[in-house]
């Protein structure tokens, strides 16, 4: 995941002053997947933790964003909000926005 914190980090360096208020709450929302990523492999159902298809998905999708392959990025996102909403619901939108921010600013 030091992909993800890249290129956040990459887009705080790059961000106008208007935008850092967003950067914030996507900062707040990564550091819960951190959290739920941490708890992963804990017994099957323990509350902030992410099933195995949803890190094997993040894996990909990391991979991805190592390689810009941008649609790539896409159908790891949609795969998730379609088939993992529950599961994904509090940190997926700061990592879309993460993206689009990471596309924005062209370093993906």
């Given at each position: 995941m030091n992909v993800l914190r890249?290129?956040?980090?990459?887009?705080?360096?790059?961000?106008?002053?208007?935008?850092?208020?967003?950067?914030?709450?996507?900062?707040?929302?990564?550091?819960?997947?951190?959290?739920?990523?941490?708890?992963?492999?804990?017994?099957?159902?323990?509350e902030n933790s992410i099933t195995e298809p949803v890190v094997e998905a993040l894996i990909v999708l990391v991979n991805n964003l190592e390689s810009r392959n941008v649609p790539g990025v896409n159908s790891i996102l949609l795969f998730l909000s379609q088939t993992?909403?529950?599961e994904v619901s509090y940190w997926f939108p700061a990592l879309k926005r993460l993206v689009r921010f990471a596309t924005a600013t062209a370093s993906l």
């Open positions: 890249k290129k956040y980090h990459e887009a705080t360096q790059s961000a106008p002053a208007s935008r850092m208020k967003e950067l914030e709450g996507i900062s707040n929302k990564i550091g819960g997947l951190f959290v739920f990523l941490n708890n992963s492999g804990a017994p099957e159902h323990t993992h909403w529950e």
